[in-house]
């Protein structure tokens, strides 16, 4: 399954705002998604409040995004992208979509794709820049980051959640952003600025209990 054709819809910007330093605090990062347990499934649950752990980690997260504009945009040149699945364009406007038209979808679904999504296109800009790339410590800092919260998101939750069937068309997606290069049948390009953009807005979105009150809105 491939996201539908949607109409362009204006998506709220999040300032993600608090500084940045080289200092970055690393969290303790014990699981991984894109380890074993990455390869295990979803299970389809009663929304239940994000755990307060995961606030702590996302929020360090969402730090370091408040500077994506100057290490996402400003250090590479105008209009360059990267290749990546069609699926991994992973915006508020697809998770709308998701909540109204999958059947068996829930939050926790909605949350592990989202980490699955952005493990990938982080991973990505990292191996298309060069050592002394301007932007790589601060992308490898963000992704370490990433993996925090990660961790603790797994952690937080008993291991039977993750091997349960996903509903057939977020299975879809699922097999498609972890299929082979040369199997996946077509690609797109999309900026380093636009994916970090789509990264900090549906983390809002999907852990909203972590951030203001505003963040909801960006779900509706």
Request: net charge neutral; with cysteine.
């Amino acid at each position: 399954m491939s996201w539908p054709i949607l109409s362009v819809r204006s998506e709220v910007k999040r300032d993600c705002s608090a500084p940045w330093s080289p200092s970055m605090v690393h969290l303790s990062s014990a699981w991984l998604l894109g380890g074993p347990l990455g390869l295990f499934l979803l299970v389809p649950v009663f929304m239940a409040p994000t755990p307060s752990s995961l606030c702590t980690p996302l929020k360090t997260l969402n730090d370091s995004l408040s500077h994506r504009r100057r290490y996402m945009k400003h250090n590479f040149p105008i209009n360059y992208g990267i290749r990546i699945h069609y699926e991994e364009m992973f915006k508020l406007s697809n998770i709308s979509w998701m909540r109204v038209n999958v059947d068996g979808l829930d939050e926790l679904t909605l949350q592990r794709l989202w980490f699955q999504v952005n493990q990938g296109i982080l991973k990505k800009l990292i191996r298309v820049m060069p050592e002394r790339h301007l932007s790589r410590r601060y992308t490898a800092e963000l992704e370490t980051r990433f993996r925090d919260a990660e961790g603790v998101f797994v952690q937080a939750h008993p291991a039977e959640v993750f091997q349960q069937e996903l509903p057939d068309s977020v299975q879809d997606i699922w097999d498609q952003l972890t299929e082979e290069p040369e199997k996946v049948p077509s690609w797109r390009y999309a900026t380093p600025k636009s994916l970090m953009d789509n990264l900090c807005h549906t983390m809002h979105c999907l852990f909203s209990q972590c951030f203001t009150t505003e963040a909801q809105h960006d779900c509706e």
